[in-house]
């Protein structure tokens, strides 16, 4: 590790306090692990959307000139857990979920100001046709002028994460917001009894019970089954451009000193980012709750939660011009696809062979489908912090965990380490800090364990408060899921912010509510 990645990691440690305490002052309610999106009919989904422009927020109080996609009239959002709509203009995009094998038509409107001139959508991966009344051949797609429209139709061939973005000015379209996702969910997913799926908590907001066709063999059939699952499209921004768009489009002859330009000449070049976005959001803004109210434009959050042992679809594409490496704290993610082509043996084509990566590095334009989670092993030491003689027991399935008893408030603990202590007072390796110097709130509850009296057993010369979380009364673990390229994890130039959120790891017994 360079001197510069221990700096920056021995500051996060310092500092985690602090994010997590700014992170609570803002998460008001649960995320939602089922993707949220729009859906048509099963067999021929009909999306109509709209390019239109509007003002979006970041933490620092700047408010971004943009263009996004929308939905043309209100569109609920699915599943139907989820409390949301489609407004008419949002970044990302609305992410289209559809089925394996169906026609898809997406009706594009260019609402964007004249001199902003033609917009358009590539869907890369698909065969597409297009048609339209007045629709102008770009130089990759068919385009929409100002005020007119234009239609994409395509079979949705192969299950997986793709994303969508503009095919007209690209460089200035896709970093003015004009991008999003689809999800397209297998024709015939494996049978949620044949996954080796997590008794205690998954599968009641997913949007399918795996994310690939049972088609991989008897040895595979697991591989593609998950309990939860996210999506994460990284961005960037350079308020520069976003400035001279606006100051273009909008400018008034009357109000000018110099003639207004009848199309848009925005200088692209120097590019410097100086905000770095997880679904639209930086951090902290990004953890609060999806369709919360002071984001209208940016819908979508990133907060991610899980119990010990969910088996966690991410889903993870690269939206800017950059190369992001997402650095998820906890655990290596496996890959099992790269834009909707699954990574399989070249000698036995049943089975599974993507990496597993210390960091999901996206190139733009770039989906890849993985899995993630966090069990606790190799720790070292008893996360529920059992003693010899408490009763507590922990046998072993053929794996090294405890699964034999769903309802028990260790499920899914990692036997090896079942009685060994953390603290050094009770013979193990560490002195932990007095839990008051550490943050506690709605979702971390500053405690070094999970279970029903975690606070309780919290080492420190005071006690902890009781753990009052209207969600979580025991609270969890917090780990940080950020962007390994330094700079990505500020917000104009001011740390911590930008492509940084929080994940969550909560006690096994707990019911992560994902309808608020």
Same mark, same amino acid.
């Given at each position: 590790?360079?001197?510069?990645?221990?700096?920056?990691?021995?500051?996060?440690?310092?500092?985690?306090?602090?994010?997590?305490?700014?992170?609570?002052?803002?998460?008001?309610?649960?995320?939602?692990?089922?993707?949220?999106?729009?859906? %048509?009919?099963? &067999? +021929?989904? $009909?999306?109509?959307?709209?390019?239109?422009? *509007?003002? @979006?927020?970041?933490?620092?109080? =700047?408010?971004?000139?943009?263009?996004?996609?929308?939905?043309?009239?209100?569109?609920?959002?699915?599943?139907?857990?989820?409390?949301?709509?489609?407004?008419?203009?949002?970044?990302?995009?609305?992410?289209?979920?559809?089925?394996?094998?169906?026609?898809?038509?997406?009706?594009?409107?260019?609402?964007?100001?004249?001199?902003?001139?033609?917009?358009?959508?590539?869907?890369?991966?698909?065969?597409?046709?297009?048609?339209?009344?007045?629709?102008?051949?770009?130089?990759?797609?068919?385009?929409?002028?100002?005020?007119?429209?234009?239609?994409?139709?395509?079979?949705?061939?192969?299950?997986?994460?793709?994303?969508?973005?503009?095919?007209?000015?690209?460089?200035?379209?896709?970093?003015? %917001?004009?991008? &999003? +996702?689809? $999800?397209?969910?297998?024709?015939?997913?494996? *049978?949620? @009894?044949?996954?080796?799926?997590? =008794?205690?908590?998954?599968?009641?907001?997913?949007?399918?019970?795996?994310?690939?066709?049972?088609?991989?063999?008897?040895?595979?059939?697991?591989?593609?089954?998950?309990?939860?699952?996210?999506?994460?499209?990284?961005?960037?921004?350079?308020?520069?451009?976003?400035?001279?768009?606006?100051?273009?489009?909008?400018?008034?002859?009357?109000?000018?000193?110099?003639?207004?330009?009848?199309?848009?000449?925005?200088?692209?070049?120097?590019?410097?980012?100086?905000?770095?976005?997880?679904?639209?959001?930086?951090?902290?803004?990004?953890?609060?709750?999806?369709?919360?109210?002071?984001?209208?434009?940016?819908?979508?959050?990133?907060?991610?939660?899980?119990?010990?042992?969910?088996?966690?679809?991410?889903?993870?594409?690269?939206?800017?011009?950059?190369?992001?490496?997402?650095?998820?704290?906890?655990?290596?993610?496996?890959?099992?696809?790269?834009?909707?082509?699954?990574?399989?043996?070249?000698?036995?084509?049943?089975?599974?062979?993507?990496?597993?990566?210390?960091?999901?590095?996206?190139?733009?334009?770039?989906?890849?489908?993985?899995?993630?989670?966090?069990?606790?092993?190799?720790?070292?030491?008893?996360?529920?912090?059992?003693?010899?003689?408490?009763?507590?027991?922990?046998?072993?399935?053929?794996?090294?965990?405890?699964?034999?008893?769903?309802?028990?408030?260790?499920?899914?603990?990692?036997?090896?380490?079942?009685?060994?202590?953390?603290?050094?007072?009770?013979?193990?390796?560490?002195?932990?800090?007095?839990?008051?110097?550490?943050?506690?709130?709605?979702?971390?509850?500053?405690?070094?364990?999970?279970?029903?009296?975690?606070?309780?057993?919290?080492?420190?010369?005071?006690?902890?408060?009781?753990?009052?979380?209207?969600?979580?009364?025991?609270?969890?673990?917090?780990?940080?899921?950020?962007?390994?390229?330094?700079?990505?994890?500020?917000?104009?130039?001011?740390?911590?912010?930008?492509?940084?959120?929080?994940?969550?790891?909560?006690?096994?017994?707990?019911?992560?509510?994902?309808?608020?």
């Amino acid at each position: 590790m360079s001197h510069l990645s221990k700096q920056f990691h021995n500051s996060v440690t310092r500092l985690l306090p602090a994010i997590v305490a700014a992170a609570i002052l803002l998460m008001t309610a649960a995320a939602q692990a089922a993707v949220p999106g729009i859906a %048509g009919a099963l &067999g +021929a989904p $009909v999306f109509n959307l709209t390019a239109s422009e *509007a003002y @979006t927020t970041q933490p620092d109080g =700047q408010m971004i000139y943009s263009w996004g996609y929308g939905c043309a009239a209100a569109t609920s959002t699915v599943p139907l857990a989820i409390t949301g709509s489609c407004s008419g203009m949002q970044i990302p995009g609305p992410t289209l979920i559809v089925t394996e094998g169906d026609t898809v038509t997406v009706n594009l409107t260019n609402n964007l100001l004249e001199r902003v001139g033609n917009t358009s959508i590539l869907f890369p991966g698909f065969q597409v046709t297009t048609t339209g009344a007045d629709v102008m051949q770009g130089l990759l797609t068919s385009e929409a002028k100002p005020g007119e429209s234009v239609t994409y139709t395509f079979v949705a061939t192969t299950p997986g994460t793709r994303a969508y973005y503009s095919g007209t000015q690209s460089d200035l379209q896709i970093e003015m %917001g004009l991008y &999003g +996702a689809i $999800v397209v969910l297998p024709k015939t997913p494996i *049978a949620a @009894t044949a996954c080796v799926r997590n =008794q205690n908590g998954g599968g009641d907001y997913t949007l399918s019970s795996s994310a690939y066709d049972a088609t991989l063999g008897a040895n595979a059939l697991p591989n593609s089954c998950y309990d939860r699952e996210y999506m994460f499209q990284l961005a960037e921004v350079d308020p520069r451009i976003h400035a001279q768009a606006d100051q273009q489009a909008h400018c008034s002859s009357a109000n000018s000193l110099t003639p207004c330009p009848a199309t848009l000449n925005v200088a692209i070049e120097p590019y410097r980012a100086r905000y770095f976005l997880i679904n639209g959001r930086s951090m902290p803004d990004d953890m609060d709750a999806n369709f919360a109210p002071p984001y209208p434009h940016q819908p979508y959050n990133g907060n991610p939660h899980m119990h010990p042992g969910d088996q966690v679809l991410l889903r993870v594409i690269g939206q800017g011009r950059a190369q992001h490496p997402l650095h998820e704290h906890g655990n290596h993610v496996r890959i099992l696809a790269r834009d909707g082509n699954m990574l399989v043996s070249q000698t036995d084509q049943t089975k599974l062979a993507g990496p597993q990566l210390f960091t999901t590095t996206t190139s733009p334009g770039v989906a890849m489908d993985g899995i993630f989670y966090w069990s606790g092993r190799g720790l070292n030491w008893d996360v529920y912090d059992h003693t010899p003689g408490d009763g507590t027991v922990c046998v072993p399935d053929a794996n090294g965990y405890y699964t034999s008893v769903p309802t028990a408030t260790n499920y899914y603990e990692w036997c090896a380490d079942h009685d060994k202590p953390l603290e050094t007072s009770a013979g193990g390796p560490a002195t932990l800090p007095d839990p008051l110097v550490l943050t506690n709130g709605l979702w971390y509850g500053g405690s070094a364990y999970l279970g029903p009296d975690a606070t309780a057993k919290s080492e420190g010369p005071t006690p902890l408060p009781p753990a009052s979380s209207p969600q979580n009364p025991n609270a969890g673990f917090a780990f940080m899921w950020h962007s390994h390229n330094e700079r990505e994890i500020t917000t104009n130039d001011i740390f911590p912010g930008g492509m940084m959120m929080m994940m969550i790891v909560d006690a096994p017994y707990v019911h992560i509510d994902e309808t608020f």
